[in-house]
Structures are given as structure tokens and as C-alpha cells.
């Protein structure tokens, strides 16, 4: 019996509909099993009715095959339920399989009339206002488990890279971008602390200082990669910022790597180009996500994960010449004029990636003036070690630099940003001792799976989001 094989392989734990329907044996003989899911869908004819059963395994569910008398009257869309049947091959269109049923037992209830998720298509709002029950929909269930098999993915590269796995603080003594949106935490027993009598605060803070949820892993893997060399996190990160665009949450998670000995920013761009051309190659979701997408994006991601064609790599400098030649001859132009010295507004961002080179590309050299103080400034005097990543129809997906390892550089970059030398008093101390050229980059995991999925909406890439004013669970 299938279920005795699983058994040697699992001892704790029966089969899943994915298990099941791919270790099949090719005979195409009955197996007897029993299977524990959701009711998707139920069609009732005189003589027999069909239910679609899921367990969230995979996209496709299992039908099952019922006779009338084995047939309860509360098998209902939405309802738990319990099958025990026989396994066959299916003489029907639209599935290789079918379970015939012989015995069910309804583990859960559910009212059909008063059940949320119905099959008709509905509003993203309606889901966001339901985000309890928006995992049982395909598409989000297609996304969760996206985000499960990229996770595993990226885990598997960089085992292979031989990179450890750490764990970073969530709460955080200072801003590691120093931009200010960061969440103050403190006990619910007590109000936040005034800032008008400094003792009385020190007095009143947990720790004996502010403390904030924290916006980046960075600083506390560089400590970390001073040990162990090559180290990564995909930790949760949060920020205060009240955008409101399809590319912002409040709660988010990022992929941060940091590791020791390297000298060139371009050496950390082949890595993340090449840990992302590796996750590319992940489409069991594609089928399901893709089926209604506009076709232009996903032959624009499928180009970009093909091996042995390098993406773009652009300074800062030459973007925005290009980016001004077309604001300068197009009837329509940008927004905001592109100039040197300013930030890529999001339109700026998504016409290099788009119009300019069609593809992923790597801007690299931004001025001091728009990067953190951690970043490596370069001989030039005007520009540092950096690089953002933009892809299509996202803007920045990664963003990376060498650090700067030179200690009375990183002083005066810290006094230059405005920043107080005693709170990073910890990080400056990393350079006394053995210091080494090192750099990294984060990730939005969340941008990842927008690029992926087809899916706009970074509020709909994450299972419970949160953003300005809105944070129902």
C-alpha cells in the first residue's frame, strides 16, 4: 500500500495530495488512501457527486468521486473533511486522478451562504478586509507557497557559497540608515517617556536607552561576518513611512548578506545576479500565478533568468545623462527632472529598467550626498561604493555597497550624516581590530515575489500586511 511506503520515509506524518500524486506508481492499479483537506468545490448529480479536495500542498487539488448514500449533506464548500477511498486513474477531462470515495467524515462545518471566499473572483479590498481567511483563495495560497520554495532555494545557494545562517536582533538600539522612520517600542505598562527631562527618560527606558524595532540587519551582520566571514538573514524589518505605493510596507522582510574580503562592488553584484538567476529558475507556481498576466512580463522575467547573458551594469552618472537626454526630447517627460545629485524617483527607476536596457540592470556609484554613511567612499571624492538593482515593473529590488573599513573615514562620514558618534560607538570599534575590506546588500523579499508572481501589489506578497493605518490582525 502507498500508505506503508510513505511510511518508511515519514514516521509521523501521512502523505500529502502533492506526495501522492507524484510518487504514483506507473501501473495504474487502485492504492487505498486517505486523505485530510478543504472542500474547494462540490457539483451534485443524481446518480453521483464530484468534490474538489485540497490540503494546500500544491495548486492542484484531488476530485473525489462520491455516491449518493455516501454523500453528507453538509459536504460544503469551505468544509474540513476526512476521505478515506480509493485512489484511481480518472476517465474525465481536467485531472489524471480520482478518488473514489468510500468513506467521509466532515471534521469542520461551513455555512456556504455565510462563507467569505466564494469561487467567483473577488475584490483585492474585500480580501485585505478578510486577511484571515485570504490564504484559502488559489492565488494567495499560489504565493505562500512561492514564498516557501524561493526561501528554500536561496537558502540552498548560499549553503553552497558556504555561508552561515545568523540570527540578528528585532529591536535595535539605533537607525542603521539613519532616515529616521523607525517604530520607538516600549512597555505597554508605562507611557512613552518625555523628552524633555533626560534623567527621568533614562530612568523610565527598559534598556536604559530608546529602543526601535529595527529597519536593517546590516550593521549586526557586519559584526558577525568579522567571525565568521560569510553570513546572511532573512529577518523582518520595519519601517514608519506612510507610503502609500504598490512597493511599500510598513512590516516587511529582508534577505541580508554581509561577508569579509572583497574589494569590488561589482564582486557582490555577481552574486546577487547569480543567486537570483538561480531562484528564477523556480515556476511550480507559474501555471496559477501567470494564467491571466500580461504575457510582455513574464517573457521579460523568463529572459532575465536565462544563464550565460550578464545584466546591464550602468554608474549613477550615465543613468542620469540618459534619463535627462529623453526628459529633454520627450514631449511628455518625467515628473520630477532628473538631475545629478537627486535621488531616482520611482519613474526614473522603472524607465532605465524598462525602456533604457529592457531588463535588470545594476546602478552603481550614487553620490555620497544620497547613500548612508556605512558605504565605502571611492578616490573620487563625490561618490561611493554602492549599487541598487532595478528590474522591471518594480523599481529597486536590491540594493548593496562595500562598507567603509577605514576608521577615521567612517568617523567623518558619521559627523557628516549628523549622526552621534556614541551611538555607533560599537560599530566604529569593528575597525580597530582587524579590519577588513568587506560589503554586502538586502533584499526585499517582497519585491521578490512581486517580480515573480506577477503580482502588483506588494500587499498581496506577504501573508498578514500592514501599512499606514492599516493593521487589522
Given at each position: ?150 526561501l528554500r532555494m536561496l537558502h540552498s545557494y548560499y549553503e553552497a557559497q558556504d555561508f552561515h545562517y545568523v ?250 550624516h549628523g549622526l552621534k558618534e556614541e551611538e555607533y560607538g560599537w560599530y566604529v570599534d569593528l575597525r580597530k ?26 500587499r498581496e506578497c506577504i501573508a498578514m500586511p500592514r501599512w499606514a493605518k492599516r493593521m487589522l490582525l
Amino acid at each position: 500500500m502507498l500508505l506503508r511506503r510513505f511510511a518508511t520515509a515519514s514516521t509521523s506524518l501521512p502523505p500529502t495530495i502533492r506526495q501522492l500524486l507524484s510518487s504514483l506508481p506507473p501501473t495504474g492499479q487502485a492504492i487505498e488512501v486517505q486523505l485530510s483537506g478543504w472542500i474547494k468545490s462540490v457539483r451534485r448529480q443524481k446518480n453521483v457527486t464530484f468534490a474538489v479536495i485540497n490540503d494546500g500542498s500544491c495548486a492542484s487539488g484531488l476530485q473525489a468521486v462520491l455516491k449518493p448514500d455516501a454523500t453528507p449533506h453538509n459536504l460544503t464548500n469551505g468544509a474540513s473533511v476526512r476521505i478515506c477511498g480509493n485512489l484511481v486513474q480518472s476517465t474525465g477531462r481536467g485531472q489524471s486522478y480520482e478518488l473514489q470515495v468510500e468513506a467521509v467524515d466532515i471534521l469542520g462545518e461551513c455555512n456556504p451562504e455565510a462563507y467569505p471566499i466564494q469561487k467567483q473572483a473577488l475584490p483585492v479590498e474585500f480580501l485585505r478586509d478578510n486577511a484571515h481567511l485570504r490564504a484559502r483563495t488559489d492565488i494567495n495560497a499560489a504565493m505562500l507557497r512561492l514564498r516557501d520554495s524561493v526561501l528554500r532555494m536561496l537558502h540552498s545557494y548560499y549553503e553552497a557559497q558556504d555561508f552561515h545562517y545568523v540570527h540578528t536582533p528585532i529591536l535595535t538600539s539605533n537607525d542603521c540608515e539613519g532616515g529616521g522612520e523607525t517604530f520607538r517600542v516600549s512597555p505597554a505598562s508605562s507611557a512613552p517617556p518625555s523628552r524633555q527631562s533626560p534623567d527621568s527618560s533614562a530612568q523610565a527606558e527598559f534598556f536604559s536607552q530608546p529602543a526601535y524595532l529595527t529597519v536593517s540587519s546590516q550593521l549586526h551582520l557586519e559584526a558577525l561576518a568579522a567571525s565568521l566571514s560569510r553570513v546572511y538573514t532573512l529577518s523582518p524589518c520595519f519601517r514608519a513611512e506612510r507610503s502609500q505605493t504598490n512597493r511599500h510596507l510598513a512590516e516587511f522582510w529582508m534577505l541580508e548578506a554581509e561577508w569579509a574580503f572583497i574589494n569590488h562592488v561589482g564582486d557582490i553584484c555577481d552574486v546577487v545576479e547569480e543567486s537570483l538567476k538561480n531562484v528564477l529558475q523556480c515556476r511550480s507556481e507559474h501555471a496559477l500565478l501567470w494564467k491571466d498576466g500580461d504575457e510582455a512580463k513574464l517573457k521579460s522575467l523568463e529572459d532575465a533568468s536565462r544563464p550565460g547573458i550578464p545584466w546591464t551594469r550602468i554608474s549613477y552618472t550615465d543613468a542620469v545623462n540618459e534619463l535627462q537626454k529623453y526628459h529633454a526630447s520627450s514631449r511628455v517627460g518625467f515628473e520630477f527632472e532628473p538631475a545629478w545629485g537627486r535621488a531616482l524617483q520611482s519613474e526614473h527607476e522603472r524607465w532605465v529598467s524598462e525602456r533604457l536596457v529592457g531588463g535588470p540592470v545594476f546602478v552603481t556609484d550614487y553620490p555620497t550626498s544620497l547613500k548612508p554613511f556605512y558605504m565605502r567612499a571611492n578616490d573620487d571624492g563625490q561618490t561611493v561604493a554602492c549599487f541598487d538593482l532595478l528590474v522591471p515593473s518594480i523599481g529597486e529590488l536590491v540594493g548593496g555597497s562595500l562598507r567603509e573599513e577605514r576608521s577615521s573615514h567612517l568617523v567623518e562620514a558619521i559627523r557628516r550624516h549628523g549622526l552621534k558618534e556614541e551611538e555607533y560607538g560599537w560599530y566604529v570599534d569593528l575597525r580597530k581590530y582587524g579590519s577588513a575590506p568587506h560589503g554586502g546588500y538586502g533584499l526585499g523579499f517582497e519585491r521578490l515575489i512581486s517580480w515573480m508572481s506577477g503580482i502588483e501589489n506588494v500587499r498581496e506578497c506577504i501573508a498578514m500586511p500592514r501599512w499606514a493605518k492599516r493593521m487589522l490582525l
